[in-house]
């Protein structure tokens, strides 16, 4: 724990040395959040309380996915990366280290979202709601991580930058972040429990208000877990082959 630890704190000194990309993961939230939010659904509380959830995934979205699959694709190209990895230490502690550094970004990228559902809509949760809800992205920021991590081992950087940009819409819009519970478009509807974005709206919208989140989404938000770590962990190896024979 201590080495995973000091990776962190090297991910996320490295981020701060650059503040566009910390800000960069949360204004998108932020800004859907000031332009679509508030100003159709911040007087209605149950309205406002379930965009403020969807807006929050969106957020957790955005710092994962770009943190990590344009990150790792950048790092891969950098010197230090093929040096750390003959240390002695293995790739544990630097891939635990990652994690926690972009969980770090996530809770902070979401900080614009709840300031702004807190001051200028009428969204209100209790504090056991409150609790829910932080212990639900540390939840369904996996899904994210692994595809950022996916993403990031298997393409060089400037791909990266173009693949995440264009997964990172489409997932928003087919898992219905972009509507509340009950008025997205039918096509919509139809596609989004397939989808790990509606699982992960789905156990925000049940952490912070009384809703019951679809099996299916549930059952396909796990499948999506295991795919994407078979996948990323498949990448990881390859690249490491390439760079060690």
Same mark, same amino acid.
């Not at 724990?1 to 949360?26: C, D, K, N, W």
């Not at 943190?67 to 190209?77: F, K, M, P, S, T």
């Given at each position: 724990?201590?080495?995973?630890?000091?990776? +962190?704190?090297?991910?996320?000194? #490295?981020?701060?040395?650059?503040?566009?990309?910390?800000?960069?993961?949360?204004?998108?939230?932020?800004?859907?959040?000031?332009?679509?939010?508030?100003?159709?659904?911040?007087?209605?509380?149950?309205?406002?309380?379930?965009a403020?959830? +969807?807006?929050?995934?969106?957020?957790?979205?955005?710092?994962?996915i770009?943190?990590?699959?344009?990150?790792?694709? #950048?790092?891969?190209?950098?010197?230090?990366?093929?040096? /750390?990895?003959?240390?002695?230490? $293995?790739?544990?502690?630097?891939?635990?280290?990652?994690?926690?550094?972009?969980?770090?970004?996530?809770?902070?990228?979401?900080?614009?979202?709840?300031?702004?559902?807190?001051? +200028? /809509?009428?969204?209100?949760?209790?504090?056991?709601?409150?609790?829910l809800?932080?212990?639900?992205?540390?939840?369904?920021?996996?899904?994210?991580?692994?595809?950022?991590?996916?993403? $990031?081992?298997?393409?060089?950087?400037?791909?990266?930058?173009?693949?995440?940009?264009l997964?990172?819409?489409?997932?928003?819009?087919?898992? $219905?972040?972009?509507?509340?519970?009950?008025? +997205?478009?039918?096509?919509?509807?139809?596609?989004?429990?397939?989808?790990?974005?509606? $699982?992960?709206? #789905?156990?925000?919208?049940?952490?912070?208000?009384?809703?019951?989140?679809?099996?299916?989404?549930?059952?396909?938000?796990?499948?999506?877990?295991?795919?994407?770590?078979?996948?990323?962990?498949?990448?990881?190896r390859?690249? #490491?082959?390439?760079?060690?024979?």
């Amino acid at each position: 724990m201590p080495l995973a630890l000091v990776h +962190a704190r090297y991910q996320l000194l #490295e981020t701060v040395r650059i503040p566009i990309a910390i800000f960069g993961s949360a204004f998108f939230p932020a800004a859907t959040m000031l332009f679509f939010v508030v100003p159709f659904a911040g007087d209605d509380r149950t309205g406002a309380t379930y965009a403020t959830a +969807a807006m929050v995934t969106f957020a957790v979205m955005s710092a994962n996915i770009f943190q990590y699959g344009i990150g790792v694709a #950048e790092d891969r190209d950098q010197p230090w990366n093929p040096y /750390t990895r003959t240390l002695p230490a $293995g790739p544990g502690p630097r891939f635990a280290g990652r994690i926690l550094a972009g969980l770090a970004l996530t809770y902070f990228s979401m900080l614009p979202v709840v300031v702004i559902a807190a001051v +200028a /809509t009428a969204a209100q949760v209790t504090v056991t709601q409150f609790l829910l809800a932080i212990g639900a992205v540390a939840v369904t920021s996996v899904p994210f991580t692994l595809l950022g991590l996916a993403i $990031g081992y298997s393409l060089p950087s400037k791909a990266a930058i173009v693949v995440a940009q264009l997964i990172f819409f489409p997932l928003a819009f087919g898992g $219905g972040l972009l509507f509340g519970p009950d008025n +997205a478009p039918g096509f919509v509807n139809a596609i989004a429990p397939y989808l790990p974005t509606r $699982g992960a709206v #789905e156990l925000m919208w049940a952490a912070v208000t009384d809703w019951r989140p679809n099996p299916v989404s549930m059952v396909m938000l796990a499948v999506w877990i295991v795919v994407l770590a078979a996948i990323a962990g498949w990448a990881y190896r390859r690249d #490491e082959g390439r760079r060690f024979s």
